[in-house]
C-alpha cells in the first residue's frame, strides 16, 4: 500500500467550478507539499504545509495532521489550471515520498 | 533566472550505452536529488546529497551512480543503459535541514531501446 493516497486519480470539471484534490497519508509526517505538473512536464512546487491552512491566489492547502489528511482547492477553476497536482509528504528525513497524482482537466 | 537546469532534455540510447545527465542549481540550495518518473507510479527516488561531498542511496538507486560535484551540481550516470531505465529523470534541490520547498529542474525524457 502507498504511503501516500490522492483521489480522485481523474477529475473533469467545468470552467468555473471548485475544485478539491484529496491527499491521505499513513505515517506521522513533518511537513507535506503540493506540487504542479503540467502537460509540457515541469513540475512546480505549489505549497509546503506543517499544520493549518495557506492561500496563495485561487489555490487554497489545508491538512489536518491528527487525521492524515490534506486538500487542495482551485476555486473559479480555468482551463489554465488543467495540470497533474502532486501530494508529497515528508516522512521525518529530508526525503519526500510521491503520490501518483490527480489530473485535472478544466474544460472551457 | 534562478532555479534548477537539466541537461538533456531529451536522449535515446541502446542497451548497454553510458550517459551522464547533469544538473545544476544557482540558489545556494544544500541538498539535491534525483527522481525518476514512470506511468502510474509516482515520483522516485534514486539518488539524494544533502550537502556537498555526500551522496545516498534512495528507493530505486540500482544500475545508476552520481556525484555531487560542487555545491552546484549533481549529475547522475547510467553506466550500461537497460529499457526498463527508460523514464523521465527529474533533478531537484531544497535548502535541506528541513527548510523550504523544492525547486525542480524541467526534466529529461530518456528513452533506451
Known amino acids: 500500500k502507498n504511503e501516500v493516497e490522492q483521489s480522485p486519480q481523474n477529475l473533469t470539471a467545468q470552467e468555473g467550478e471548485f475544485i478539491t484534490i484529496n491527499c491521505s497519508y499513513s505515517?506521522?509526517?513533518?511537513?507535506l507539499h503540493w506540487l504542479q505538473q503540467h502537460p509540457g512536464g515541469g513540475i512546480v512546487s505549489l505549497f509546503m504545509l506543517s499544520s493549518g491552512k495557506k492561500k496563495h491566489g485561487r489555490l487554497i492547502a489545508t491538512i489536518n495532521i491528527q487525521e492524515k489528511h490534506s486538500s487542495l482547492h482551485i476555486t473559479a477553476s480555468h482551463p489554465r489550471d488543467s495540470a497533474v497536482y502532486i501530494c508529497?509528504?515528508?516522512?521525518?528525513?529530508?526525503?519526500?515520498?510521491f503520490g501518483t497524482g490527480t489530473r485535472l482537466t478544466i474544460i472551457p | 533566472n534562478a532555479g534548477v537546469t537539466q541537461t538533456p532534455k531529451f536522449q535515446v540510447l541502446k542497451t548497454g550505452q553510458s550517459m551522464t545527465l547533469q544538473c545544476a542549481q544557482d540558489?545556494?540550495?544544500?541538498?539535491m536529488y534525483w527522481y525518476r518518473q514512470d506511468p502510474g507510479m509516482g515520483l522516485r527516488l534514486i539518488y539524494y546529497?544533502?550537502?556537498?561531498?555526500?551522496?545516498d542511496k534512495g528507493e530505486v538507486p540500482n544500475g545508476y551512480n552520481v556525484s555531487r560535484l560542487n555545491k552546484r551540481e549533481f549529475s547522475l550516470r547510467l553506466e550500461s543503459a537497460a529499457p526498463s531505465q527508460t523514464s523521465v529523470y527529474f533533478c531537484?534541490?531544497?535548502?535541506?535541514?528541513?527548510?523550504?520547498?523544492?525547486?525542480f529542474g524541467s526534466g529529461t525524457r530518456l528513452t533506451v531501446v
Open positions: 505515517v506521522g509526517i513533518s511537513a
Open positions: 540558489m545556494n540550495h544544500n541538498s
Open positions: 531537484a534541490s531544497s535548502l535541506g535541514q528541513g527548510g523550504g520547498g523544492y525547486t
Open positions: 546529497s544533502a550537502s556537498e561531498g555526500t551522496t
Open positions: 508529497a509528504v515528508k516522512i521525518g528525513n529530508e526525503k519526500l515520498t
